[in-house]
């Protein structure tokens, strides 16, 4: 066997994509001419699959503050906090996140998925048991396979199941670390969280919660499905990233644990990299204030998510999951999921493509995601391409 022989089966299947014209994993958009339309191919885009849900990445607040960062603290940090020290708004945006969600303390890693693997790693060592949603997002597999620690899954949004697990692991349950999303990220379903914290009371352990896709999205302030729920002094950690309604790149993870500043300290993710940029900071301490301060950008987010729901399922798709700002069309079969999205793309709607083994179930899904500065003719021109894909689905 040689080094690159495992790429071989991946060099085929890129071959037969080439030979039919489609590239879903290398899209090039040539100009982004607002949150929500670019130019792909040379031809006039709606982007709906972008996760910018709350369309923040051209708010002119937010592009002021990251222009004066990056005229008065230059364009990289060139170097990691432990080793090249903070810049204020570092500190700054890790005590604004804590505060906006009611906990003591947090850290801001340099993206959403390093957040997960700087967490997960130093907390989660080889003694240690976590119990992961079967669905959850790679990062929070990748975190604890580099911290060692034991992994159970237990069957996606099933609280009888962690249940049955955790009884099973008797006196181990009470340091269980058990994981889960808010919304997930592939079919835009939500976490049966009070159950879940329902099971964490019963058998103790420790609850952490991605909010990626809820930040923003979900509760009166935004925090995402621990507040809609009630639920923030039940989540022990919650951890969520900057690259999506905050339209800029990061993560965090925000507690109460008095050993959450020991954690930052033991993690090699946070340890052996560079920090954000301070113009990435900057726009996202801008954003979040924009959070904190309106409910509109989420109320106009909600209806251009169920008017592209109502609208998909009038024309008898298949969804993943009620309205959500994520919405899944399940299509039949690898090949038709790669051509009806290659179709839509030629109809000028841009969407995202996910097929096995990255999907839950082994299912062929056309990802949109819906953003507050959709127009409602946006939707209804989206609406109007599936509708005329329809017979191919
Ligand atoms: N967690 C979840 C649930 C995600 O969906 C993602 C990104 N898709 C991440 C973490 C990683 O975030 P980032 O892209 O900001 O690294």
Known sequence: MGIFDKFQNL???????????????????????????????????????????????????????????????????????????????????????????????????????QANLGMLSALAGPDDVVLLDADCHASIYDGCRLGGAEII???????????????RLGKRAADALILVEGIYSMLGDRAPLKEIVDVKREFGGYLMIDEAHSLGVLGEKGCGLVEELGLLDDADFIVGTFSKSLGGAGGFCVSSVPELELIRYSSRPYIFTASPSPATIA?????????????????????????????LSALGYKLGAPPSPVIAVVIDGVAEALQFWNNLLQR???VNLMLPPATPDGVSLIRCSLSAAHTTEQIDAVCAAFAELRAQA
């Not at 899954?153 to 009884?167: G, I, S, T, V, Y």
């Open 11 to 113: 060099a085929a299947t890129r071959q037969q994509l080439e030979a039919l014209g489609i590239n879903p994993f290398g899209v090039q958009i040539e100009k982004i001419i607002s949150p929500t339309e670019g130019v792909i191919h040379g031809r006039p885009t709606i982007l709906a699959g972008t996760n910018n849900y709350l369309g923040l990445t051209f708010d002119p607040d937010c592009i002021a503050a990251a222009r004066t960062a990056l005229e008065h603290e230059g364009t990289g940090t060139t170097g990691s906090r432990m080793a090249n020290g903070s810049y204020s708004g570092h500190r700054k945006l890790e005590q604004e996140i804590a505060g906006f969600y009611g906990k003591s303390d947090g850290i801001v890693f340099s993206t959403g998925y």
């Open 153 to 167: 899954r237990f069957r996606h949004n099933n609280p009888e199941d962690l249940a049955k697990r955790m009884r």
């Open 283 to 311: 726009s996202t301490r801008c954003a979040l204030h924009k959070l904190e301060a309106g409910t509109h950008l989420r109320r106009r987010l909600h209806d251009n998510a169920q008017r592209l729901h109502d609208g």
């Open 348 to 350: 000028g709607v841009y």
